[in-house]
């Protein structure tokens, strides 16, 4: 036990040593916060950040307008948590404006590129309009149906960094359950098994993704299972390769001897010793998971809209890329790739610092 801690503890200062693998864990921890807490953080804190403002399509990042924001009538009730997870349901009416002037009784506005002039009741500001109409900084810019460009990526977080975990969740628990029995078996279930698992891997990941979210149907809890379900190949085969090898060693052919049963001998001696190889690969995993719910969001079978997903969002505006206005789809590749990168270069941290031969 206390060569065990023993080695976690050295493992864990060879992590800490590898700035970039620690850079991109803290980077990862930073966007697993933004997935909790973007509502509370998102300048459109509305139900999937989906206040349009149409008026105001494809403005560039650093866009500001004044903000002519009409109060709801009736205040509903909403709990924190609803608030926190689902968004706010109390939005406001806001109205981009050019220039306002306030009358007796009305508040006069032209709206943003229309050039009429349009009046409300000052009854309905509470007769303080100016309190009503503030600045309003776009700092990503909007999107082509006018909605805030830095809530939509803040919001669309949450998928990408949550089918990670679901997805490894799922990969983990039928790989290591299926290859554990295989390595340790053998014979015919191993062989029975290892075609199963060649049968699965012989299938283009992407085409079988499609073909579960398909059969499920379509939405974002779908993908999650449907992309859980292909990567477990992956987790099985190095586990069965893994308990292959530590089935020979004399501390496990000792709890044999002492008539331990096979489900003790796998759980309690056997994979505790071949988590390195396993972490590693669920890191990878993560990375490889982001990667095909955003190519299934391109394709449009992956979250449905309105819920904001970074591959959904280049899937809306690839084709700006060359109408001058390439910041549309730019920006969520960049946050595709840096979330991607960190969890390969965390996998590449962890496969140095569990190695023990350095």
């Given at each position: 036990?206390?060569?065990?801690?023993?080695?976690?503890?050295?493992?864990?200062?060879?992590?800490?040593?590898?700035?970039?693998?620690?850079?991109?864990?803290?980077?990862?921890?930073?966007?697993?916060?933004?997935?909790?807490?973007?509502?509370?953080?998102?300048?459109?804190?509305s139900?999937?950040?989906?206040?349009?403002?149409?008026?105001?399509?494809?403005?560039?990042?650093?866009?500001?307008?004044?903000?002519?924001?009409?109060?709801?009538?009736?205040k509903?009730?909403?709990?924190?948590?609803?608030?926190?997870?689902?968004?706010?349901?109390?939005?406001?009416?806001?109205?981009?404006?050019?220039?306002?002037?306030?009358?007796?009784?009305?508040?006069?506005?032209?709206?943003?590129?229309?050039?009429?002039?349009?009046?409300?009741?000052?009854t309905?500001?509470?007769?303080?309009?100016?309190?009503?109409?503030?600045?309003?900084?776009?700092?990503?810019?909007?999107?082509?149906?006018?909605?805030d460009?830095?809530?939509?990526?803040?919001?669309?977080?949450?998928?990408?960094f949550?089918?990670?975990?679901?997805?490894?969740?799922?990969?983990?628990?039928?790989?290591?359950?299926?290859g554990a029995?295989?390595?340790?078996?053998?014979?015919?279930?191993?062989?029975?098994?290892?075609w199963?698992?060649?049968?699965?891997?012989?299938?283009?990941?992407?085409?079988?993704?499609?073909?579960?979210?398909?059969?499920?149907?379509?939405?974002?809890?779908?993908?999650?299972?449907?992309?859980?379900?292909?990567?477990?190949?992956?987790?099985?085969?190095?586990?069965?390769?893994?308990?292959?090898?530590?089935?020979?060693?004399?501390?496990?052919?000792?709890?044999?001897?002492?008539?331990?049963?096979?489900?003790?001998?796998?759980f309690?001696?056997?994979?505790?010793?071949?988590?390195?190889?396993?972490?590693?690969?669920?890191?990878?995993?993560?990375?490889?998971?982001?990667?095909?719910?955003?190519?299934?969001?391109?394709?449009?079978?992956?979250?449905?809209?309105?819920?904001?997903?970074?591959?959904?969002?280049?899937?809306?505006?690839?084709?700006?890329?060359?109408?001058?206005?390439?910041?549309?789809?730019?920006?969520?590749?960049?946050?595709?790739?840096?979330?991607?990168?960190?969890?390969?270069?965390?996998?590449?941290?962890?496969?140095?610092?569990?190695?023990?031969?350095?």
């Amino acid at each position: 036990m206390n060569q065990s801690k023993s080695l976690s503890k050295v493992a864990l200062q060879k992590f800490k040593q590898n700035k970039i693998g620690l850079f991109s864990f803290w980077f990862v921890v930073f966007c697993g916060f933004i997935a909790v807490f973007g509502y509370l953080i998102a300048p459109d804190n509305s139900q999937n950040a989906n206040q349009m403002h149409v008026e105001i399509h494809s403005k560039k990042p650093g866009f500001t307008v004044e903000m002519l924001t009409i109060p709801l009538k009736e205040k509903r009730s909403q709990s924190f948590f609803n608030k926190l997870f689902m968004g706010s349901t109390q939005i406001n009416t806001e109205i981009p404006i050019q220039s306002y002037s306030i009358l007796k009784e009305e508040l006069e506005y032209i709206g943003y590129g229309d050039g009429l002039p349009k009046t409300i009741k000052l009854t309905l500001l509470d007769n303080s309009p100016k309190k009503y109409i503030k600045k309003k900084t776009f700092y990503f810019g909007t999107d082509k149906y006018g909605r805030d460009l830095l809530s939509r990526l803040l919001i669309g977080t949450r998928i990408s960094f949550f089918i990670g975990f679901i997805t490894v969740f799922i990969s983990l628990f039928i790989g290591i359950g299926i290859g554990a029995v295989a390595g340790y078996y053998g014979g015919k279930i191993d062989a029975f098994i290892m075609w199963l698992i060649n049968i699965t891997w012989s299938i283009p990941t992407l085409l079988l993704v499609i073909a579960i979210t398909l059969a499920l149907g379509k939405g974002y809890w779908q993908v999650f299972i449907a992309v859980g379900l292909t990567m477990w190949v992956e987790v099985a085969r190095v586990v069965r390769g893994q308990v292959l090898t530590t089935k020979q060693q004399q501390y496990v052919e000792a709890a044999y001897v002492l008539g331990f049963s096979s489900i003790r001998i796998i759980f309690r001696h056997i994979l505790p010793n071949i988590i390195a190889p396993i972490i590693v690969i669920s890191a990878a995993n993560f990375a490889a998971a982001i990667l095909i719910e955003s190519g299934l969001s391109f394709l449009g079978i992956g979250a449905q809209p309105p819920t904001p997903s970074w591959g959904a969002i280049i899937k809306n505006h690839y084709n700006y890329i060359i109408l001058g206005k390439p910041y549309l789809a730019v920006i969520p590749g960049l946050a595709i790739m840096s979330l991607v990168m960190a969890f390969m270069l965390i996998g590449n941290a962890l496969r140095d610092a569990l190695d023990v031969k350095n």
